[in-house]
């Protein structure tokens, strides 16, 4: 059996964690490294994993999931760079950090993939995007997909549109969220109690998301089955394009993109 190390079990580590457990992996063929021992312990009496060093990690997992953020990656590479035998498969999930920096920094002829997730694989929801180093081979990549298909849906894109995925559906859960706050909001604005204007709310993200995904049907098309003529949608349209929300979101995702960029450039190689 394939044993699995995640670096960092933070947010999206933890998720990656339960994720492999519900999947069918075993605990004892899962382990994790964790700076903060209260969150070691915690994580241990949770889900029956072991923690481990990151020297132990690495002398006894095949896979190495990198899940500390692109901030915290220098002291982690320096930690790995003398300990990673050449056969490990590293897993990146950390947002800007090219392929390159690993195999820079590790044994030449590592095998590295880049991944962007989403927390929704919390409910086995993510979808995540991989993208093969110079070492990584068909089988890695085939590995990669199937680990994280316990926990969501996976797509292939050259590591070139990296840095737009994670602006898109890497930060994307968050875009909906905010959405979903201001519309709580605006029930608050028109009287409705906030348990009930969640409620509204919540169930019309759903379903919107479920027709989206089970009919096929482009967005534009299921907006349209909504807007009435001379009816109520059509109004607030009006004022979603007064607003410039368009223009908005357009300039929001850029500006992530750029930053993701930008946490690269932070650790630039040639
Ligand atoms: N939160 C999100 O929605 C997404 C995050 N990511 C990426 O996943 C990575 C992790 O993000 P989160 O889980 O949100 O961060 P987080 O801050 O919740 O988790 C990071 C964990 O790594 C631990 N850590 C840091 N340095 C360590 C070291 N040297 N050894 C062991 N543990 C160490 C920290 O104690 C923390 O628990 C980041 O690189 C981020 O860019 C990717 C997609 C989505
Ligand atoms: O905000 C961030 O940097 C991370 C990466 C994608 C989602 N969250």
Redesign the pocket.
Known sequence: MTTIAL???????EALLSGLLQGGRRPEDLLF????PE?SAELTKRYGVASAD?PDAAARADVLFV????Q?IE??LDELAPVVAPDTLVVS???GLPTKLFERRLAEGVPVVRV????PMVVGEAMSAISPGRHAEAAHLALVEELLSSVGKVVRVPESQQDAVTALS?SGPAYFFYLVEAMIDAGILLGIPRAVAGQLIIQSAVGAATMLAETGEHPVTLREAVTSPAGTTIMAIRELEKHGVRAALLAAIEAARDRSEELGRAHEVD
Do not use: F, Q, S, Y
């Open positions: 670096l960092g079990a933070g947010k999206i580590g490294t964790e700076r903060h969150r990151v899940a500390v953020k692109p915290d002291p982690l999930l950390c947002a962007m997730p989403n927390t890497g």
